[in-house]
């Protein structure tokens, strides 16, 4: 069975090198001929022309263009009560970087060597502002737009309104006192500097423990773009 094998594989191997021979004697006579009706010249020039079209070729490979990747803004914060804010980002070094807001371009800056950029001094509209930005180069066009984020422009302080106490002094004859007050969706509440429960209406309510006496009572209410309500109270516990 070795043998078979073995003569199988040499008859392919002797295929394969009258194969070989064969079209290097046609490609020879080809040649042969070519040099009769053309000369020798004829073929050197066909030679350099080929050449240079595969030169051409890899060079436009090589230097195949393509557009900068969409810039990445950075905000710390989803809503302020300030007027202006600045945007800061990264992009491709040595870029062009055009912000846009609510869909309407409010500036161009070119990036540094490290891709770095930033807009200062951006006026916001009151309410919800939607910023992106475009990075392009020149000679290679632009890139998609970039990640969306929303900055809310909100200088109206949060309500309040307490449930217990309703006035602003009382006094009360059991050191356990719960205050209790409402407020709005995602605010911060703190009670003399501790922080309070709030449900997903704004309800808010914390446990205080009473020193005999006169206690002054702090409850501040912060929403998310740092505006602040603030009510003192006055309870006297007196046992």
Not at 25 to 46: A, D, E, M, R, S
């Amino acid at each position: 069975m070795a043998k078979f094998y073995s003569s199988r594989l040499e008859k392919k191997e002797d295929e394969e090198i009258t194969k070989k021979t064969v079209v290097m004697g046609v490609v020879t006579i080809l040649v042969l001929i070519l040099v009769l009706l053309f000369g020798l010249p004829f073929l050197v020039k066909i030679s350099v022309l080929l050449g240079e079209a595969k030169n051409r070729n890899s060079g436009s490979q090589t230097e195949k263009l393509v557009p900068p990747l969409p810039p990445r803004l950075v905000v710390n914060y989803e809503a302020t009560n300030s007027a202006t804010i600045d945007i800061s980002g990264l992009s491709e070094a040595n870029t062009n970087v055009e912000l846009l807001k609510n869909d309407v371009s409010v500036g161009k800056v070119l990036t540094s060597g490290s891709g770095d950029f930033a807009f200062t001094n951006i006026t916001l509209d009151e309410g919800e502002n939607l910023f992106s930005a475009i990075a392009s180069k020149d000679k290679v066009g632009s890139s998609e737009l970039s990640k969306m984020i929303k900055v809310d422009y909100d200088k109206t302080a949060p309500t309040l309104t307490m449930i217990n106490p309703v006035e602003d002094t009382l006094k009360v004859d059991t050191a356990d006192f719960d205050v209790i007050g409402q407020s709005e969706k995602g605010v911060n509440v703190t009670v003399n500097g501790r922080l309070a429960m709030v449900d997903d209406t704004g309800k808010f309510k914390i446990k205080f423990q009473l020193n005999a006496g006169k206690n002054d009572i702090e409850i501040i209410v912060r929403d998310l773009a740092g505006n602040e309500t603030r009510r003192k109270i006055a309870i006297t516990f007196d046992f």
